[in-house]
């Protein structure tokens, strides 16, 4: 049975499944890189992430054939720009605390 991303349960669930695979593919990227497999290491990684973002986007009723359109509306729903911080933070920084 397919899940439909037209109801906040299907989401949920697509997403689980995707976050369940990237913990896979995480873990598998570890065992990759402390065999010294750092090419296979690298890409059990990306796709790590990968699903992780695709799991975000699901979230909110959203897919995407490509890598590309992954990323750029992850960015687009998840990420921030400086500008869109209040005016005293862009000129102290993100964490002004730190510098001390």
């Given at each position: 049975?397919?899940?439909?991303?037209?109801?906040?349960?299907?989401?949920?669930?697509l997403?689980?499944?995707?976050?369940?695979?990237?913990?896979?593919?995480?873990?598998?990227?570890?065992?990759?890189?402390?065999?010294?497999?750092?090419?296979?290491?690298?890409?059990?990684?990306?796709?790590?992430?990968?699903r992780a973002?695709?799991?975000?986007?699901?979230?909110?009723?959203?897919?995407?054939?490509?890598?590309a359109?992954?990323?750029?509306?992850?960015?687009?729903?998840?990420?921030?720009?400086?500008?869109d911080?209040?005016?005293?933070?862009?000129?102290?920084?993100?964490?002004?605390?730190?510098?001390?």
């Amino acid at each position: 049975m397919p899940v439909e991303l037209n109801d906040s349960g299907g989401a949920r669930e697509l997403a689980m499944y995707r976050i369940r695979v990237a913990k896979e593919d995480l873990a598998s990227a570890e065992q990759n890189f402390a065999q010294s497999q750092y090419r296979t290491a690298n890409n059990r990684a990306y796709y790590a992430i990968f699903r992780a973002i695709s799991a975000c986007l699901s979230l909110k009723f959203k897919a995407y054939k490509s890598h590309a359109q992954v990323i750029g509306n992850f960015n687009k729903e998840f990420t921030f720009k400086s500008e869109d911080l209040p005016r005293k933070n862009r000129a102290s920084g993100y964490f002004p605390e730190a510098r001390q």
